[in-house]
C-alpha cells in the first residue's frame, strides 16, 4: 500500500507543477478584453454598477468597481490584477479595504476564472466577454444560490470615445451655409489632388461641395424632374473620372454629372447622362438610396424600395440584381446605404429595416450578415451610411441611437462614439459617414442640418482591435 501512496503524492505533485507551468505562462495581455468601461442594470433593484478597468502597463491592472442603487452608492472597490512569478493574481479591495488574492486558474479563449478556495465568499471571480461585446463579472461560492452575475455593456471613458469631436460648420435652412436634412456624403481627391467633399443637401434638393475643411467650393441642382434637377437625392459616389453618381430618389432614378472639372475654367455638377425609371422590372427603380462605384465604374444602387441591390456597368446599363424583401439572410427591408472596400473584393450593404449589414462579393453572392434591431450597444436602429477605411475596417452610422459605430469586415464591434443631442460631437438622426487616409471622419449630422468631423482616438481604437482579437 505504501507504494499507492508514494504513487498518489507524486501525481499530484506532478500535476501542480503542471498547473504551475500553465499560470506562468499567462500574460496580462491575455485580460485586455477586460480592459475599457462597462455598466450594467442590477436585476430587481433600481441600480447600476459600472466597472473601469485601464489597459495592462509594467505587469499591472488597475479597475474600480462602482454599484449605484437609488441614486446613492451602495459599494465600490478598487482592483489590482497582477503578474507575478507564480501567475497573475487578482486583489479586490472593497470599500477600500484590502481583501485576500485570487489566483487565475482558467483562461478559456475570452473568458477567466480566479480562485481562493481558503475565502469563505467569493470563493471564485469570473470575467467573459460574450459574443454580445458585453463583459459578464460573476462572483460564485461553495452553493449555486451563493453565484451573482452582472452583465455590462461597453459605454465611452470619458473623453476615450472612439472618436473625438474636431470641427463643425453649417446649419439647418436654406439660405447661405444651411443645409436640409443632409444625407449621403463621399471624399474623393480632385484633378489637382485636393481633397474634396461631397454630400446630398437633401431636401434643399441640390449636391454641395466643400474642401475637407469646411470651405464651400460649389453647389448645383435644384428642385425638378429634368435633367440636372433633382428630388430629394440621397446618395453619392464619384467614378474613376471624377464624375458624380446620385441616386435622384424622389425622380426614381441615377444621375451622373461632372465632378471636379480638369481646368478651371470648367464648372462641377454639368449633367452627363441619366438611367432608370420608376418601376419594378430589370433596370428600374423605386425610391434608390446609397450608390457605389467599384474599379471599373460600375455602378451599385441600393434600390431601396425594392428592398434589392441592382448592378449597372458605367454607361447605366443593367448587369445584374439581387435580394428581395425578406428577414432571412441575402433579403433586404429597405436596404440604404452602400460601401465597397478599397481592394474591390465585397461590398456591403445597410439593410436599415432589418437592423443589420450585409456583406456579398461583386456578383451579389452572400459572404456574411451580423447585426438585429434594438437600442443595446450591439445592436442597430436603421443603420444607414456606411464608409471602408484603408484597413478595411467599417464605419456604420446607427442612425436611431444617433452614433456612429466601427466594425471589423468580420462583423467584429470595434467601438462607437456619438450621442442623441445638439452640441459638439453630439448626433441627431445623422446619416452619411466618410473616411479618409488620415483616419477623419466626416458625418452628416441630419437633423442638425450640419456637417461633423472627428478624429479617431488612436490609444481607443488600439486598445478597441486588441479586445477584438
Known amino acids: 500500500m505504501a507504494w499507492r501512496k508514494s504513487l498518489l503524492v507524486l501525481c499530484c505533485a506532478l500535476a501542480g507543477m503542471a498547473g504551475d507551468a500553465w499560470a506562468q505562462e499567462r500574460s496580462l495581455a491575455d485580460l485586455t478584453f ?43 472597490e478598487f482592483i489590482k490584477v497582477e503578474q507575478t512569478e ?33 475565502h469563505d465568499f467569493p470563493k471564485r471571480i469570473v470575467y467573459q466577454l460574450r459574443d454580445s461585446g458585453a463583459l459578464a463579472a460573476r462572483i460564485e461560492g461553495d452553493k449555486p444560490e451563493q453565484s451573482e452575475e ?7 471613458c470619458g473623453t476615450g470615445s472612439l472618436a473625438n469631436f474636431w470641427l463643425k460648420w453649417g446649419n439647418p435652412g436654406r ?55 433633382f428630388r430629394y437625392p440621397q446618395g453619392v459616389a464619384v467614378n474613376s473620372r471624377n464624375e ?12 451622373v454629372t461632372a465632378g471636379s472639372p480638369d481646368s478651371l475654367d470648367q464648372l462641377p455638377g454639368q449633367f452627363r447622362f441619366t438611367f432608370g425609371r420608376r418601376g419594378a422590372g430589370p433596370g428600374e427603380l423605386e425610391e ?30 443593367f448587369l445584374a440584381a439581387w435580394g428581395g424583401p425578406g428577414r432571412e439572410p441575402g433579403k433586404f427591408d429597405r436596404p440604404l446605404g452602400l460601401a465597397i472596400d478599397r481592394a474591390h473584393r465585397w461590398i456591403y450593404v445597410t439593410d436599415t429595416d432589418n437592423g443589420r449589414i450585409q456583406k456579398f462579393d461583386l456578383d451579389g453572392r452572400l459572404l456574411l450578415a451580423w447585426g438585429e434591431p434594438g437600442t443595446r450597444p450591439d445592436q442597430l436602429y436603421r443603420p444607414k451610411g456606411i464608409a471602408v477605411d484603408a484597413e478595411g475596417d467599417l464605419y456604420v452610422v446607427d442612425s436611431n441611437n444617433h452614433r456612429v459605430k466601427k466594425y471589423t469586415s468580420e462583423g467584429v464591434l470595434l467601438g462607437s462614439f456619438g450621442r442623441n443631442g445638439m452640441g459638439d460631437g453630439e448626433l441627431w438622426f445623422p446619416f452619411g459617414v466618410a473616411v479618409d487616409e488620415g483616419g477623419k471622419l466626416f458625418v452628416t449630422d441630419s437633423e442638425n442640418g450640419r456637417i461633423q468631423v472627428f478624429r479617431e482616438n488612436p490609444q481607443v481604437a488600439r486598445l478597441q482591435a486588441a479586445r477584438a482579437r
Open 244 to 255: 458624380v453618381v446620385i441616386a435622384d430618389s424622389g425622380n426614381h432614378r441615377v444621375q
Open 86 to 118: 507564480g501567475g497573475i493574481v487578482m486583489t479586490p479591495a472593497p470599500k477600500g479595504k484590502l481583501s485576500v488574492p485570487f489566483k487565475m486558474v482558467s483562461l478559456d479563449g475570452k473568458k477567466a476564472v480566479f480562485e481562493n478556495l481558503e
Open 175 to 229: 439660405g447661405v451655409g444651411q443645409y436640409e436634412n443632409p444625407t449621403a456624403i463621399a471624399l474623393f481627391k480632385d484633378a489637382f489632388g485636393v481633397s474634396t467633399l461631397l454630400f446630398a443637401d437633401t431636401n434643399n434638393h441640390r449636391i454641395r461641395s466643400y474642401t475637407w475643411n469646411g470651405m464651400f467650393i460649389d453647389k448645383w441642382g435644384e428642385e425638378g424632374d429634368g435633367p440636372g434637377q
Open 34 to 76: 477586460m480592459s475599457g468601461c462597462w455598466r450594467g442594470k442590477l436585476s430587481g433593484r433600481n441600480g447600476t454598477v459600472e466597472e473601469r478597468y485601464g489597459p495592462p502597463a509594467a505587469g499591472l491592472m488597475l479597475g474600480t468597481s462602482h454599484t449605484v442603487v437609488e441614486g446613492r452608492t451602495a459599494f465600490f
Open 150 to 156: 452582472f452583465v455590462m455593456d461597453p459605454i465611452p
Open 288 to 317: 434608390p438610396a446609397g450608390v457605389a462605384v467599384d474599379q471599373n465604374d460600375n455602378i451599385y444602387v441600393a434600390d431601396s424600395g425594392n428592398h434589392r441591390v441592382q448592378k449597372f456597368d458605367a454607361q447605366g446599363r
